[in-house]
């Protein structure tokens, strides 16, 4: 099988060269530990190698992720937009404000409809190979039935399987919570879990990365310690 790579210094060799194709991976930590940083880091040296990316924002604007990966990485994300080896699509949820007499379900099913709709019509305009959303944290807020979550992200998930992409999907672990997203639902349905964490080390903080989980792929399980430098994220070799 030929593997997707990250392209992620260090990365790959933790989980058997890389990715399972069309394979979509939770990308999970608390604030801070470098989610958005691993995720830009995936879909610029993806284009950079020839496989177009979408990079999907549901709280940011799309000046304000340029502007991230310029001043942290140095990375020109609107030179790859001009080559047309990526997209940035902004869609934050704008759910009406009178709801009185819309059913919740309904309002979910028109705000996910259109997102994959919008993906989807990237995806084809320029032949994308990778998806990232950022974050869905935002739709398991607002979804207060785990039942209709469960039902919007694995639509969300198959849809993305079904365009042929190798996604990631960007969760937040709630600071006094002990799961792996907010509605503790997102977790069962993906095909892979990077769990990112800013922890104490000695006299100082450092960045972990743990694979929690990963289908079809003999992975890593150590806790692997990663900095970000300027030519994106790096993982470090335990000693």
């Excluded at 995806?123 to 190979?129: L, P, Q, R, S």
Aim: aromatic share 8%.
């Amino acid at each position: 099988m030929n593997k997707v790579r990250t392209y992620i210094s260090g990365f790959d060799e933790l989980i058997e060269g890389g990715l399972i194709p069309n394979s979509t991976t939770l990308i999970t930590g608390k604030t801070g530990t470098g989610k958005s940083s691993f995720c830009i880091s995936f879909i610029y040296y993806g284009a950079k190698n020839g496989e177009p990316g979408i990079y999907v924002l549901t709280e940011e604007t799309a000046k304000s992720i340029r502007e991230e990966s310029k001043t942290v990485f140095g990375f020109d994300l609107k030179e790859l937009e001009d080559q047309n080896l990526l997209k940035i699509l902004a869609i934050k949820p704008e759910f009406p404000s009178q709801t009185s007499g819309i059913e919740e379900p309904k309002i979910l099913k028109i705000y996910i409809y259109d997102l994959v709709d919008q993906i989807s019509e990237l995806v084809n305009k320029i032949n994308a190979k990778r998806v990232v959303v950022d974050s869905v944290s935002i739709l398991e807020l607002f979804v207060k039935d785990k039942y209709l979550g469960r039902i919007a992200i694995a639509y969300l998930i198959n849809s993305l399987k079904e365009l042929g992409v190798t996604s990631f999907l960007v969760g937040t672990i709630p600071e006094s919570g002990g799961g792996l997203s907010t509605l503790g639902i997102i977790e069962f349905l993906v095909d892979g879990i990077i769990k990112l964490e800013f922890v104490p080390i000695a006299e100082e903080f450092k960045r972990t990365l743990t694979i929690r989980k990963m289908r079809q792929v003999n992975h890593s399980t150590l806790i692997h310690p990663f900095e970000i430098t300027r030519e994106g994220i790096k993982i470090l070799e335990i000693k």
